[in-house]
């Protein structure tokens, strides 16, 4: 069973920088895509930020490209979003996902196809 684990996130003023990391444990592959989504209260989720591990590929959502960077550490289980610039239209719960085995065929234009989910940390940027 994969577990994730979260950290980071709070508040800070815009056109400042915060970075999450989350922690993966209970992987047996090791083609496996780890990424970031957020969602604010009345709305879907949405995602910011993917990496597969394989080929260390990214994807980021067009709202926060040239701002936030996701990366992976060496052994491929934890995942960083090094969020800088941050807008007040950041504020959001941010969710760690992750995807067990990823297939070396797929499309990696796109977010994780997410099987297990962080517990969310709030991330608040004020203007």
């Known amino acids: 069973q994969v577990q994730l684990v979260e950290s980071g996130g709070g508040s800070v003023q815009a056109g400042g920088s915060l970075r999450l990391s989350c922690a993966a444990s209970?992987?047996?592959?090791?083609?496996?895509?780890m990424g970031w989504f957020r969602q604010v209260p009345g709305k879907e989720r949405e995602g910011v930020a993917a990496?597969?591990?394989?080929?260390?590929?990214?994807h980021y959502a067009d709202s926060v490209k040239g701002r936030f960077t996701i990366s992976l550490d060496d052994a491929g289980t934890t995942v960083y979003l090094q969020m800088n610039s941050l807008k007040p239209e950041d504020t959001a719960e941010y969710y760690c996902?992750?995807?067990?085995?990823?297939?070396?065929?797929?499309?990696?234009?796109?977010?994780?196809?997410?099987?297990?989910w962080g517990q969310g940390t709030q991330v608040t940027v004020s203007s």
């Open positions: 996902a992750a995807e067990h085995g990823v297939p070396l065929t797929r499309d990696t234009e796109t977010f994780c196809r997410t099987e297990y």
């Open positions: 209970g992987y047996t592959y090791t083609s496996n895509c």
């Open positions: 990496i597969y591990s394989v080929g260390n590929i990214v």
